[in-house]
């Protein structure tokens, strides 16, 4: 097998040079770039491409020139798949794959890590004491206690279910909507639907894929039904939040935080530095203002078991459809 792996950095290529040491018939090769028009002439030559970036893969030429040079599998180290325009991976008959199972304990972890940032007040507590050297135990800097809170899942996939066991051993109260309902999770989560996961949560986690009919799933109206002691956490992606509505919400106490790692917008900003608040885009200039809001670079994901299994899952994937089996993780939209 001849796989191209766009978007490489060093630490994922550890797990490359391993796959190459051990499956010696194989040529792993990498590139820093994108897949993108520019640079999809690179995949000549090669039997399969694969990907990890939050750029949306949305010009047709990128898909007709894959199948022009006998490509007909991208093999995704992402467990979302959004960035894939499947009008043109079907027109051009390309499979597509993903990792979804890379390590759902890294998202469920950070989530919990959000979750206590925010309940424990951290952002004002490090803010009083970095910029102000202010060591006060002010009352608004008490807390509540994880066992009394009511965790609200929207999604409980893979990711949603580690969330729901890990707050469920820790004593809080669990409910979660899914359109899919496992009963297996009635163990730690109670099944609700979507109103009343929104309006009981002290923590609102969201962990569904992006898909067009759920896009500004939190809106205005959501944020008016939370608890204005409620929490936000959303590490599954940008638009499923309204950033214009969030803003207000949090400007107007309608709730009391967020913890964001993802925005729209996030491309942007994510994987770059910056030398002053006025160079950030509009809406991160509000929010980075606010202690009781953090932001995390698209980075709940990024754990040694993430990168070393997005490498050898996609792979195998990849090897399979050469070898004409059926993957394990196909995505069909
Ligand atoms: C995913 O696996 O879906 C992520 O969000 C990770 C990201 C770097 C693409």
Do not use: C
């Not at 999604?155 to 669990?174: C, D, K, S």
């Not at 991160?284 to 078991?305: C, D, G, I, Q, W």
């Amino acid at each position: 097998m001849k796989a191209l792996l766009y978007n490489m950095t060093p630490e994922q290529k550890v797990y490359v040079d391993e796959w190459n040491k051990e499956h010696p018939d194989d040529d792993l090769e990498t590139t820093n770039d994108e897949l993108e028009a520019g640079t999809v002439e690179q995949a000549k030559g090669f039997d399969v491409v694969s990907v990890l970036q939050i750029f949306d893969i949305n010009d047709e030429e990128v898909y007709q020139k894959l199948a022009s040079y006998g490509i007909n599998h991208i093999a995704l180290r992402s467990v979302g798949f959004n960035i894939i325009n499947f009008d043109y991976a079907h027109k051009y008959h390309i499979l597509i794959t993903n990792t979804p199972a890379y390590s759902p304990r890294a998202v469920a972890e950070n989530t919990l890590t959000s979750a206590m940032y925010l309940l424990r007040k951290w952002g004002p507590i490090l803010k009083n004491e970095k910029e102000d050297l202010n060591f006060i135990r002010e009352a608004s800097l008490m807390s509540d206690e994880i066992y009394n809170q009511t965790v609200g899942i929207i999604g409980v996939g893979r990711i949603g279910t580690a969330v729901a066991e890990m707050f469920h051993a820790l004593g809080a109260r669990v409910i979660g909507y899914d359109l899919i309902e496992n009963p297996a999770n009635e163990a730690f989560l109670k099944y609700t639907d979507f109103d009343t996961v929104i309006k009981e949560a002290d923590i609102l986690t969201l962990h569904t894929p992006l898909e067009p009919e759920i896009e500004n799933m939190i809106s205005a109206k959501q944020f008016k039904e939370m608890k204005n002691t409620a929490y936000l956490i959303n590490a599954a992606r940008g638009p499923l939040v309204n950033t214009h509505d969030l803003i207000a919400a949090l400007q107007n106490q309608e709730i009391a935080g967020a913890s964001l790692d993802v925005m729209t917008g996030e491309e942007e900003i994510v994987m770059k530095k910056f030398t002053s608040i006025s160079e950030l885009p509009e809406d991160y200039r509000e929010l980075v203002k606010m202690p009781n809001v953090v932001f995390t670079p698209h980075s709940a994901y990024y754990t040694k078991t993430s990168v070393k299994n997005m490498i050898k899952q996609s792979m195998t994937d990849a090897k399979r459809v050469l070898n004409g089996q059926k993957p394990v993780y196909p995505v069909e939209d």
